[in-house]
């Protein structure tokens, strides 16, 4: 059985920072993997992606230059150090994996298997 956990999340002013872990156990194909987030009122939506073992990513346009995913060594962990944040970006953060989508196909919610619980993430003006 596959199971995702998200921890970092927490409240934070505007122009802080936060890291968000996600640790991956289970069988499962590692070969992308993935940030979501959905906002109260508002559909889920892809943040950042990554190709296991690649430095190929990919990120929505509100969050370039200010987002950065990345993959621990042992490739079940991966993060999202988030800069420079908004209260735009106040949203439930979930991490997502088995991807079986096309390429261009990332920010896809139904292109990902599996997912986590989600992480709050607050951000204040």
């Known amino acids: 059985q596959v199971q995702l956990q998200e921890s970092g999340g927490g409240s934070v002013q505007s122009g802080g920072s936060l890291r968000l872990s996600c640790a991956a156990s289970?069988?499962?194909?590692?070969?992308?993997m993935a940030w979501f987030r959905q906002a109260p009122g508002k559909e889920r939506e892809g943040v950042a992606f990554i190709i296991s073992g690649s430095r190929v990513t990919e990120y929505a346009d509100a969050v370039k230059g200010r987002f950065t995913i990345s993959q621990g060594d042992a490739g079940t962990t991966w993060y999202l150090q988030m800069n420079s944040l908004r209260p735009e970006d106040t949203a439930m953060y979930y991490c997502a994996t088995g991807f079986s989508g096309r390429p261009g196909q990332w920010s896809d919610q139904t292109a990902f298997q599996y997912w986590g619980q989600g992480t709050q993430v607050t951000v204040s003006s």
């Open positions: 289970g069988n499962y194909s590692r070969y992308c």
